[in-house]
């Protein structure tokens, strides 16, 4: 049996790798003949042969079998043709398709779509216009297509907006290699980038993407990779593209159509969204093209006949907003793509002036509108205002550099200079930008020092594979960033810079090439190394290298302004930006252009509106300045001149100064403006109406027209200012008011301003507005035209003035006072009249002046007039008539007062409703009658006294109804009417009478108006007012079941015959059917046969099966008038007995005690209830029995109170913990309980495992093995009681013992595990004790000895001996140091390398370091002397000591492998030595002196310090006191007598010397002092001790004496070039001294590397990887690569799997189910397990019992659960416990027995797995066979030990019973365990492989870091070996000698005699080229300073 169930695991582990074969169907196009359809062919299983025996080609055919792709398929190809390819039968290989083809494809999305569909969402948007960018995807993909051609590089983007040929469409043509239809199909899956695509069908010809080679600017064009950006772009710009591609050397045409419109249409169809079809057809066939809109294409494929190969990218669908943008905006795009390409078009020089190296790339766009418009075709190459060109062409010098990433990638960068040109910036301003302003604008932003020439803009535009990625720029770099402070250069010139980065491929950009994602964050990186590049050669320092650049650049480029004469700091309130008003420097005057501008000078501006004269009054600076500076900008403040004219000052900006004006035309601008003057004015009247001083006139009286003319001094008239340049002309104007001098203060009545006429002068004309009484003045006042000032150059213009009195005139008509012309009918009202004469001036009314009024429709009366001044008042006016409503039209009210000029008015009065005066109550029906419980509406209505509806405020009409309700109220204030609708009236005991109440209506506020009463009829109502339910029984006996009643039915039967009966509030019974079916509703079933309620029938009714439940039942009808219903319950009763229950109150008990609480016994009907059966009785009939119960204490009896039996005293002999199975037996009926019995209370502490006894531990040292404590009771079963804490001391204080914890409660199991790290203690033997506690009682524990041992070998101190009474002088010789080693022990070490000693020694900081410095000085150990003969003492001796005085401290270390030791620090005071010398703190530089009279030319020193110092240059003798005697002495080898003479009365200076310090504050020669000219002297300082022999030598300072200024001059300059030339060989050496540290730096890392290599290479080799052909990177790669497909097929290999599905995978708090919690590795072994616990494989484990709930929930009850927290593991401890035969006498059984849960292996969680299995497997055993399991048990049980159950490897199980055979113990066949088995884990082959790659992969680092630091060692030995680098050499070679040449100079002493060379003779000799070789003169004695 057990060979047939493993042949058939086989056979259904052979069928799943079967179910892997795919179907391959295979569609044949036979082009061998015209009209033949295409055949598909399933070629499962076939071979080639197969496949063309299919075909039935005859044998005498000739016959060719190819792919759309033209290949020839044979034998290999044919098995690698894919399901759903097409083939082409043709006759040759080369034949011409004679009809088209179509072959179906599928461009199902990558992978990477939702691995990296976000990036779009985090790149694409900045608020752009987007579709020059989408054009752009295009134009990169036509490049990479067209990248190999070998000549031109044709690129062609078509608009095609012409209707005439079709809709608009969008067209891109490149020349490129085209495409097959693989790479067609590539094409069309999204997500599919070049680095995963395979472009042939075929993996045999698939070579993977390979990276293109470097090139400059890394323009590869490798820039279409990502398989996004096109299809992005295609269905941005349109919704339908078309692609026609021919491959190179293929004669067929591929197309494919991708549109929304087939999306569309496929997705409502159900069809599979994402294929097409490949239309394949010959060269220049368009007989498909047939729609009119798509004419265009016609002629596109009839251009396919000349190419060789190309790509057509057609898109149709274009948006109209696209069209509009792509028509109007031609030129801003294209210019976008030229910016874009720039590098492409131009080469990577870009487009420079004269740039030889041409682009083979040519980019064309054509626009084609109606046929009336020109087509627009612009090539990119001729663009020349894209931004890149205008920064090209604006740059005054670059500056190009290269960085290097740490992760490979390159970046070259330059950056360019756009110089400020005197008085504007040249950095450029697009033409589009949004910061260009106008030349006024530019010209005022420049004049403020300090702006900045690029504005915001960032500096560096960033280019991928030299394509621009816009939306990234890089602001600066740290090298290149604007300084704090101290800068060499102004700050505007780090604001002159426009740069651009082109990064290669190694970094990362978005989908849609917008965007870089790590470039700036790498170039920030602090591990980025940046380097120059000059002629190809790098040269690190770039920092210093670009301030070197920056600084000729400003010095050698920029022209700007020098201002001059500081004079303070103002704040100018006149700047419109706040930031911007201060400080402001002011200077006296500019030195601009080779031209000086000075306060009080007279300029002219330029640029101005309008030109301007005047003298300068100060030049402004923007900035925080306090002196003279050099700057751009700035603004110069004028007071114009004339200062009669102009009394006013401006500021503009310096750079509108106009410089080529004189002084003489200024003065003569100005003059003139002075000739012209305005002066006095003259008045004429033409027609008479004059006006003369103090007239009278009555009101209304003409004045006028008047004529006024302008006068000058000389009497010309005159209309304007004079005439001058200064820009536009200043007119006049003649201002005339009239003043009204009334009674609140003078008011302008009359105001008007006159332009001048050639023909009148200034003319007004008459005025008629002088009607008001009073005085008047008439002004005439000259103004300026543009500022209508009427003073001008601080004097006021012409002006004139006339006073006149108006008198009033008679009245004439009335006005009417104000009243409310909202009037009510019959309230009476009074009219106040005004009369007034022709001006509106108060009259009185004419004597007996009766008023008449009337009004149309109306009625108009009044009682009397009154007459008071001039007011005539109508008293007791009312207007009485019908007013429909409250909105009623205007009526006019016409008054008239006879015997006036005007004697009528009319006014518009509106008539609203008088008061109220009676009710208006009425009904909508004819009669006041209702029906019982409903309500009564009434319509109410408020009159006046015509019967108008009226309203007013507080108009509330309250009812009251009979004395049923509270009186209720309706509001008519709004309105005067409303309706009011009372509650439902409701008649008790109505039925079918019909009742009369009456109505009371009253308006309360309202007392004059009547109460109105109306009588109302009641009348009984026909809706549904009772329900009534019965049951009928079968003999027709009603039984009525009352509202609320408990009826008693038995558990579980059936309520059946239901009824139900409706009566209306007249008890009459109403008749049923459908409508009142429908309204029915019962509470205990969801659907109601309707047909049934409309006979009145009710559904049936299910008694519940237990008596606990008892349900309310309802019946209720509910419609829009009635509302009824009735209930009652149903109280269910037990049926008769048929099971017996037992109740246990505790289900565990501790062993060795009684059972807590009772067990109940009761008898139960079917349904689980209690009958109450249970009588006394039944006591003596009830028997229990159990495995090990002790019925020592067992009681039953009888309980009266619950009415059952009660069992107590149940206990178990002392065994194993465990399950106890109790059964309890009634007559009958039996029922079996499962008790837990627990291990008994905490009793000792037992050590499970331990480290190997006896033990010793090293002082200072840990346990490695931790101890592992059990707790268990008085029978040694385990006791997992948590609150046992189990505590581990010593057992001796002098040991201390160091655990992660000291003590710790036991777990969940009774362990407590104790890991030991540290031991400390004396030399010994101790004990390690383990003590509990519970409940304050000590738990006995184990004790385990120890030996602590100390290590002989292992440092702990280092002793330091030596003379600390020895002092340290600067420059001497270290005290000799005595260092040994000491143990632990105490004792020295003598074993010790003397090369791991060493000794630090760095000066003391003021802060305190626990370990020596990096830059510590350090020192070795020196060798032992022949008499020392010991070889634990190491001695430092002969150690030079510091030679600067200072504090110093000194530590020794020593470092052996991991041990690293230090000492204690050592404070060491070095002292000075001995003094020997005098010398100044700062060496000054040579004098150079003449004995002229100016005192600066006769300084020898100033402000000079003299110290005592030692050898080492420390101030030493600072208890020395004397003086300094300084005179002048000859210089050695001068035999000249004249000694120059100091100022001081010998000749001679002393200087005191305090505490060894001497100071001089300035020392100079006399005036006409003796001396040679040209001769050098020397200045000496003699020191002269008191109180000692101190001898110190003199300190002695060279100088130059000369007898005039020029020779004085000649020597400072040659002794300025000997300066700068030792300056330079200083930085030679620096630069020498840092090449050469750096060779050393690079050797130590290029030797690390390879001992790194070799270390990881002798590892590989001990793990038998074989590391010798592994020369190379590559190998090395291909080494990774193979194991990792080895890796690949071990883990694609058929195995076991659980076939279940785990739908609850990855929810929180679900680990999963158990069938996936484990592997097993052997097949018998997983199918016993599996099927041993078959039922619960399926169960789902959860950590927490809510999550159980859940999925319980979810699933309704259908999954099975098992929460973790609720996992019984009291008895999980045995696991821990060895196998049950090992405690057992006798011989081994066979079987190889093993604990089945030891074969389980967890992938993922293994504690919590683990806890699982030991609660569902426990302890079974799985061994061999059946014979093996029996003989095991057999000798387990005989040795009085429990047997767990066994499970045999051939599919059996023995029971722990011992039962076994039958089916229910022997397991079936894999395939009848559906699915449910564990699976296999992956083979240690596997496992062992990813080890190796991991050790690979860091092989791999270590031969790469080793190759980089050897290619860096070889290019740094090559830089110092290269040309620049000799070249630098031979210049330091020239520069020595020219120093030697300067030096021989000054020694010559030149001077300006006849008869001797001048100093320029010497230099120009100096100066002469290389050739006939000058004779130098003789050295000087003096010390070189070579």
Same mark, same amino acid.
């Given at each position: ?130 579709? +020059? ?82 090139? +400059? ?420 403040? $004028? ?494 009763? +037990? ?148 609150? $046992? ?209 100016? +005192? ?63 100071? $001089? ?158 592997? $097993? ?266």
């Amino acid at each position: 049996m057990s060979l047939k169930r493993r042949s058939d695991d086989e056979r259904l582990l052979a069928s799943f790798r079967e179910e892997r074969r795919a179907k391959k169907r295979i569609t044949v196009y036979d082009c061998r003949g015209c009209g033949r359809e295409p055949i598909i062919v399933e070629t499962s299983g076939f071979d080639f042969n197969d496949f063309l025996r299919l075909l039935a080609i005859p044998s005498i055919e000739r016959f060719c079998l190819t792919t759309t792709d033209r290949t020839v398929l044979d034998f290999d190809k044919f098995q690698e043709l894919q399901d759903g390819n097409t083939l082409h039968l043709m006759q040759t290989e080369d034949q011409e398709l004679l009809t088209a083809t179509e072959e179906q494809i599928s461009f199902t999305p990558h992978y990477d779509t939702l691995v990296r569909s976000g990036m779009y969402e985090y790149y694409a948007s900045e608020g752009q216009k987007a579709l +020059p960018y989408a054009l752009a995807e295009l134009i990169d993909n036509a490049l990479s297509a067209t990248a190999h051609n070998k000549g031109e590089r044709t690129i062609e983007l078509r608009l095609l907006f012409d209707d005439t040929l079709g809709k608009p469409a969008v067209v891109f043509v490149d020349n490129g290699s085209g495409m097959t239809s693989k790479q067609l199909n590539n094409w069309a899956v999204y997500r599919l980038s070049k680095y995963t695509r395979e472009d042939v069908k075929f993996k045999s010809d698939h070579q993977g993407y390979v990276r293109p080679k470097a090139v +400059p600017r890394s323009i590869n064009s490798d820039i279409s990779c990502f398989g996004v950006g096109g299809k992005q772009a295609v269905f941005y710009i349109g919704n339908s593209t078309r692609m026609i591609t021919r491959p190179t050397g293929f004669p067929d045409v591929h197309e494919l159509i991708v549109s929304k419109e087939d999306f569309e249409r496929k997705e409502k169809n159900k069809e599979d969204i994402y294929s097409g079809v490949i239309h394949n057809r010959k060269v220049g066939d368009s007989s498909h093209i047939r729609k009119e809109s798509e004419f265009f294409l016609q002629d596109l494929i009839a251009e396919e006949t000349e190419k060789e190969s190309f790509t057509a990218v057609v898109i149709t669908g274009i948006p109209p907003e696209h069209t509009t943008f792509l028509k109007n905006d031609f030129n801003s795009w294209t210019r976008e793509l030229a910016h874009i390409y720039h590098y492409y078009i131009h080469g990577h020089n870009g487009n420079v002036q004269e740039n030889n190296l041409k682009s083979d790339i040519n980019i064309q766009i054509s626009l084609r509108e109606k046929p009336t418009k020109c087509p627009r075709v612009v090539n990119l190459r001729e663009v020349d205002n894209d931004m890149q060109t205008l920064y090209i062409n604006s740059t005054a010098d670059t500056f190009e550099f290269k960085a290097c990433t740490v992760s490979g990638g390159t970046v070259e960068g330059v950056l360019r200079y756009h110089p400020f040109l005197y008085d504007r910036e040249t950095y450029p301003r697009g033409p589009l930008s949004l910061l260009a302003p106008t030349d006024d604008e530019v010209e005022d932003w420049e004049s403020v020092a300090g702006n900045q020439a690029n504005g915001r803009r960032h500096i560096f535009e960033c280019f991928w594979n030299g394509r621009l990625i816009p939306y990234t720029t890089v602001a600066e770099f740290e090298w290149c960033q604007r300084p704090s402070k101290n800068s060499t250069v102004p700050v505007e010139c780090y604001r002159r810079f426009s740069g651009v980065l082109f990064a290669d491929d190694r970094f990362q950009v978005s989908t849609n090439k917008l965007t870089f994602m790590d470039l700036e964050l790498q170039l920030h990186h602090k591990d980025t190394i940046f380097t120059r590049i000059v002629n190809g050669q790098e040269q690190r320092g770039i920092k210093k290298e670009f301030n070197q650049w920056l600084t000729s650049c400003h010095e050698h480029l920029d022209k700007q302004v020098h201002f001059v004469g500081f004079n303070g700091t103002i704040s100018r309130t006149d700047m419109a930006v706040k930031k911007m008003q201060h400080p402001w420097a002011t200077f006296s005057s500019i030195e601009w252009d080779n031209k000086t501008y000075k306060t009080g000078q007279l300029v002219k501006s330029q640029r101005t509106q309008p030109i301007m004269y005047g003298s300068i009054v100060q030049f402004l600076l923007y900035g925080d300045h306090d002196g003279d500076i050099y700057a751009t900008g700035g603004h110069v403040e $004028v007071s114009l001149e004339p200062k009669e004219v102009y009394d006013e000052r401006r500021i503009f900006p310096i750079s509108k100064i106009d410089r080529t004006a004189t002084n003489a035309t200024i003065q003569k601008a100005i003059d003139i403006e002075l000739t012209k003057m305005p002066d006095k004015l003259k008045l004429d009247w033409p027609q008479g109406n004059a006006c003369s001083e103090n007239t009278v006139m009555p009101a209304g009286t003409l004045l006028g027209p008047l004529q006024v003319t302008i006068l000058n001094k000389k009497g010309e008239a005159i209309s304007r200012m004079p005439y001058s340049n200064q820009g536009a002309v200043r007119k006049l104007s003649m201002e005339l008011r009239v003043v009204w001098h009334g009674p609140n203060g003078d008011q302008e009545i009359h105001a008007h301003i006159a332009q001048h006429s050639t023909k009148w002068a200034f003319w007004f004309k008459p005025m008629e507005t002088l009607t008001k009484l009073g005085k008047y003045t008439l002004e005439l006042n000259t103004m300026l035209n543009d500022t209508n000032g009427k003073i001008f150059g601080g004097k006021p213009l012409p002006s004139n003035k006339l006073n006149l009195t108006i008198t009033e005139g008679k009245a004439e008509h009335f006005v009417v006072g104000a009243f409310n012309s909202a009037l009510h009918v019959g309230v009476a009202f009074d009219m106040v009249l005004t009369l007034l004469d022709a001006f509106d001036h108060p009259a009185p009314p004419p004597p007996d002046l009766t008023p008449q009024l009337t009004c149309r429709n109306l009625d108009v009366s009044y009682e009397k007039t009154i007459s008071i001044g001039t007011q005539f008042t109508i008293q007791g006016v009312k207007v009485r008539g019908s007013v429909p409503n409250y909105h009623c039209k205007a009526h006019d009210l016409k008054v008239v007062l006879p015997g006036l000029v005007s004697s009528s008015q009319t006014f518009k009065i509106s008539l609203l409703p008088g008061n109220p005066h009676s009710l208006n109550v009425t009904s909508e029906k004819e009669t006041f009658t209702v029906e019982n419980g409903n309500s009564m509406t009434f319509n109410i209505k408020i009159h006046d006294e015509v019967g108008n509806i009226t309203a007013q405020p507080d108009l509330v009409v309250y009812c009251q109804v009979g004395r049923l309700h509270r009186p209720l109220s309706v509001d008519c204030s709004t309105t005067g009417a409303g309706q009011l609708t009372t509650k439902p009236i409701i008649l008790r005991n109505l039925k079918e009478q019909q009742r009369v109440v009456k109505a009371k209506f009253e308006l309360l506020s309202q007392k004059h108006v009547s109460v109105v009463w109306k009588e109302l009829i009641v009348v009984p109502s026909t809706r549904v007012g009772r329900l009534e339910v019965y049951c009928q029984d079968a003999e027709g006996c009603i039984l009525v079941l009352k509202d609320k009643e408990q009826v008693e039915w038995k558990a579980g039967d059936l309520l059946e015959n239901l009824y139900y009966r409706l009566y209306d509030e007249g008890q009459r019974l109403l008749p049923l059917d459908h409508v009142t079916s429908s309204n029915m509703k019962v509470n205990w079933v969801a659907e109601v046969n309707l047909k049934d309620l409309a006979k009145g029938k009710l559904p049936s009714i299910l008694v519940p099966t237990q008596v606990t439940n008892k349900p309310f039942y309802q019946i209720s009808y509910k419609d829009q008038r009635a509302s009824v219903d009735t209930s009652f319950s149903i109280v269910p009763h +037990p049926d008769a007995p048929s099971q017996l229950k037992v109740t246990l109150d505790q289900a565990s008990v501790t062993m060795g005690d009684l059972l807590p609480g009772d067990i109940h016994l009761q008898l139960l009907d079917q349904h689980g209830n209690v009958t109450q059966k249970m009588t006394p009785q039944c006591v003596e009939a009830i028997k229990v029995k159990g495995e090990e119960l002790d019925s020592t204490s067992l009681t039953v009896s009888w309980q009266e109170s619950s009415k059952d039996v009660v069992v107590r005293g149940v206990g178990f002999r002392p065994g194993l913990p465990g399950p106890r199975e109790l059964t309890f037996t009634l007559r009958t009926f039996v029922e079996q309980v499962k008790v837990t019995v627990t291990a008994g209370p905490p009793a000792e502490l037992q050590l499970v495992s331990g480290p190997q006894q006896p033990l010793q531990v090293l002082n200072k040292q840990g346990i490695t093995s931790p101890f592992l404590i059990q707790l268990c009771d008085a029978w040694g079963n385990p006791s997992p009681d948590k609150r $046992v804490v189990v505590a581990l001391t010593s057992s001796s204080p002098t040991l201390k013992v160091e655990s992660s914890v000291m003590s710790k409660p036991v777990d969940q199991e009774g362990k407590a595990s104790f890991t030991v790290k540290r031991i400390a203690g004396p030399k010994g033997e101790f004990s390690l004790e383990f003590r509990g506690l519970f409940n304050q009682k000590p738990i006995p524990g184990p004790s385990v000895p120890l030996t602590v041992v100390l290590d002989p070998n292992k440092p702990a101190t280092l002793a330091v001996d030596y003379d600390t009474n020895t002092s340290c002088p600067a420059g001497g010789t270290l005290p000799v140091f005595s260092v040994t080693v000491v143990s632990e022990e105490g004792s020295p070490i003598r074993n010790v390398n003397p090369a791991a000693l060493s000794m630090s020694l760095w000066r003391r900081e003021t802060t305190s370091i626990l370990i020596p410095p990096a830059g510590a000085s350090q020192f070795k150990c020196s060798k032992p002397l022949e008499n020392e003969k010991d070889h634990f003492h190491f001695h430092f001796r002969d150690k030079a000591g510091p030679q600067q005085t200072g504090k110093y401290s000194l530590q020794f270390s020593l470092r052996s492998g991991k041990t690293e030791l230090h000492s204690k620090q050592y404070v060491l005071d070095v002292v000075a030595n001995e003094p020997i010398k005098l010398a100044p703190d700062n060496q000054p530089t040579t004098p150079m002196v003449s004995n002229i009279e100016a +005192p600066a030319s006769r300084v020898l020193v100033e402000d000079l310090t003299l110290r005592i110092r030692d050898k080492f240059g420390n101030p030493a003798g600072q208890e020395v006191e004397g003086r300094v005697e300084v005179r002048v002495e000859l210089s050695p080898g001068n035999r000249d007598k004249d000694l120059p003479l100091l100022e001081a009365p010998s000749g001679r200076l002393y200087l005191e010397l305090t505490k060894g310090t001497a100071h $001089v504050s300035k020392l100079s020669i006399n005036r006409n002092s003796p001396g040679s000219d040209g001769t050098e002297y020397v200045l000496v300082f003699d020191a002269q001790i008191r109180g000692t022999r101190m001898t110190l030598a003199p300190y002695q300072l060279p100088f130059r004496f000369y007898n005039d200024a020029d020779n004085q001059r000649r020597m400072s300059e040659l002794s300025r070039k000997k300066d700068r030339l030792i300056a330079d060989l200083d930085k030679y050496n620096n630069y020498s001294r840092n090449l050469k540290d750096l060779c050393k730096e690079l050797t130590c890392k290029n030797q690390k590397a390879s001992e790194k290599r070799t270390e990881l290479g002798t590892e590989l080799s001990r793990r038998n990887v074989n590391v010798a052909p592994l020369t190379s990177v590559l190998e090395v790669k291909a080494a990774i690569i193979e194991k990792m497909a080895l890796c690949n097929e071990i883990y694609t290999e058929p195995r076991r799997t659980c076939s279940i599905a785990d739908p609850f995978k990855g929810i929180h708090e679900v680990l999963g189910k158990v069938c996936h919690l484990a592997l $097993v590795e052997d097949d018998a072994s997983a199918i016993v397990i599996s099927w041993h616990i078959h039922g619960d494989m399926d169960c789902l484990v959860t950590l927490t019992t809510a999550a159980a709930r859940q999925i319980y929930d979810r699933t309704r009850g259908a999954q099975q659960v098992l929460p973790l927290d609720s996992v019984y593991t009291l008895n999980i401890w045995v696991c821990f416990r060895p196998l049950p035969h090992l405690g057992c006498r006798g011989p081994t059984p066979p079987g190889n027995p093993i604990y089945a849960r030891d074969l389980l292996i967890y992938p993922k969680d293994s504690e919590s797995s683990q806890k699982v299995f030991k609660n569902l497997l426990g302890d079974t055993i799985l061994v061999d066979d059946l014979d093996a399991g029996n003989a095991y048990r057999k000798s387990v049980v005989q040795s009085n030990r429990p047997c767990p159950t066994i499970l045999t490897r051939q599919g059996e199980r023995i029971c722990t019973k011992g039962k076994f055979g039958g089916t229910q113990n022997r397991a079936p066949a894999l395939s009848r365990l559906q699915g449910l088995v564990f699976g296999a884990p992956l083979p240690a082959r596997y496992h062992t492989l990813m080890s190796h790659i991991d050790q690979l992969q860091d092989y791999l680092k270590a031969m790469e870091a080793s190759e980089k630091a050897k290619e860096e060692l070889n290019a740094h030995i090559q830089k110092l070996q290269s040309p620049e680098n000799k070249k630098m050499e031979q210049d330091m070679n020239e520069n020595k000698l020219k120093l030697k040449e300067i030096e021989s100079q000054l020694e010559r002493t030149p001077v300006s005699t006849p008869g001797k060379r001048a100093l320029g003779e010497v230099e120009e000799e100096a100066g002469k080229a290389a050739g006939t070789p000058q004779k130098r003169p003789r050295a000087s004695s003096q010390r070189s300073l070579l």
